[in-house]
């Protein structure tokens, strides 16, 4: 089935890749049913799938408490220009504009977008250890609940902050480790 892109989305996908897509509209085009993306569309990537036809396999959220034992945050810039958009590496932020080396194009670094990505090594409930991965959007939405949103402003500082919590409710695509939710679990023991 075709899916069309529109707005910002096209920008979350990569030829030859597998995503998971959720919320999208269906619509009839040419007499053929096509899906749409709307603004509540959720994609995720997922594990490459080899022959789509063939792995048709049901895929479903799942919930999991966590502690993170490792972390490491990276965070990238991308270029502005639409038809470019390649990351731009080694940004000195004293400055007000940037050159991209892969389109020549100089630009505002305020205007840059921001891609900030969290790599957890983790324990799960029943002591087995995996890996996980949460993007800027999730991060975002846990820190605006704690009213910390800033700390995405400085890595090593969201990296302790995270570390510092001890549980985490997340949930995540059976077939994927990226986290579309992370909740802080409180501690109910607390010592006065
Ligand atoms: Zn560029």
Redesign the pocket.
């Known amino acids: 089935m075709r899916i069309t892109f529109w707005g910002d989305t096209s920008e979350l996908v990569q030829t030859g890749k597998s995503y998971l897509i959720s919320h999208v509209s269906t619509r009839m085009f040419n007499g053929e049913l096509t899906l749409n993306t709307t603004m509540s569309t959720k994609i995720s990537q997922i594990e490459d799938v080899e022959d789509p036809k063939e792995d048709l396999t049901f895929i479903e959220e799942k919930e999991e408490i966590i502690s993170i034992s490792q972390i490491k945050i990276t965070q990238n810039y991308k ?1 502005c ?1 639409t038809s ?3 990351t731009i590496p080694e940004i000195d932020f004293q400055n007000s504009f940037i050159r ?1 080396q ?2 020549q ?1 100089k630009q505002s670094i305020k205007k840059m977008k921001r891609a900030t990505t969290a790599f957890l090594n983790v324990t799960l409930e029943n002591s087995t250890t995996t890996k996980f991965v949460i993007f800027e959007e999730a991060l975002h939405k846990f820190l605006d609940l704690e009213k910390n949103a800033q700390l995405l402003e400085n890595p090593d500082q969201l990296e302790d902050h995270l570390l510092e919590i001890e549980q985490f409710k997340v949930s995540h695509q059976s077939h994927s480790d990226v986290l579309s939710k992370i909740n802080r679990i409180p501690v109910s023991n607390q010592s006065e």
Do not use: L, T
Request: net charge positive; glycine share 0%; proline share 0%.
């Open positions: 270029c220009n470019c958009n390649k991209c892969a389109c194009m």
